[in-house]
């Protein structure tokens, strides 16, 4: 069965710092994608980033980076120069495979950006 | 824009009653979802949908119907709402490259009492 755990339940940093947010999965597939979705204050929740596994340049989009590391099942989020803004719960999916284009989310990462 | 709309923004109903929740996408996305988000549970799946006038069953769709009569539109349907049921619920599609990139709706705050 495929499993998303996000371990950091808030973090807390000082604006224009960066920061890493952690997430590992398990699956069974070899190839597999992986997503960041950030909810803001309002609800509202957003696509950030992907990245395929059997890719090895991990993605970037904007200030938003991944720090792919297959062999230990991991995917960070690195949010660089954060912002205000930034502020929001960060949740890291899975696709699941096996037939079904679903997806798994973990069950997410405060972010708190101090002025 | 290309978006995903849901009505109604907001409801409160009663036990044992009917709730309708609609879903509108404008992506000309094939795929169709439903997810409720409670504190602590991230977001957990409903049901979804492939196709049109076809629907499957997520990992908690006890208490749940969805109809999805056309690409655009999908609902998500509780014959008798109970209390355990408050939650905000969100729609998203995608198309179907396999990548499943995932759009989603503002959400529906459902209150039950």
């Known amino acids: 069965a495929q499993k998303v755990t996000q371990t950091q339940t808030s973090i807390s940093v000082m604006e224009k710092t960066t920061v890493t947010m952690d997430c590992v999965y398990e699956?069974?597939?070899?190839?597999?994608?992986l997503f960041w979705y950030k909810q803001t204050a309002s609800g509202e929740i957003v696509f950030l980033i992907r990245q395929d596994s059997y890719k090895k340049e991990n993605a970037t989009v904007g200030h938003y980076s991944l720090n792919f590391q297959k062999p230990k099942s991991s995917i960070g989020l690195i949010i660089t120069a954060t912002q205000i803004e930034d502020s929001a719960v960060y949740f890291c999916a899975m696709r699941n495979t096996g037939g079904a284009d679903r997806l798994t989310f973990g069950k997410g990462t405060q972010l708190i950006i101090q002025p | 824009e290309a978006a995903v709309t849901q009505s109604p923004r907001s409801k409160v109903a009663v036990t044992g009653g009917k709730v309708t929740l609609s879903c509108h996408q404008t992506n000309n996305h094939d795929y169709m979802y439903w997810y409720r988000q409670d504190t602590g549970h991230g977001l957990r799946l409903i049901h979804y949908s492939y196709v049109a006038d076809s629907t499957e069953k997520g990992d908690i769709p006890d208490g749940y119907k969805a109809s999805r009569p056309s690409q655009e539109n999908f609902s998500l349907i509780l014959e008798l709402a109970s209390l355990s049921q408050t939650a905000v619920y969100f729609c998203?599609?995608?198309?179907?490259?396999?990548?499943?990139?995932?759009?989603f709706g503002p959400g529906t705050r459902l209150l039950v009492l």
């Open positions: 998203a599609s995608s198309d179907a490259t396999g990548k499943n990139t995932q759009y």
């Open positions: 699956t069974q597939d070899s190839s597999y994608f």
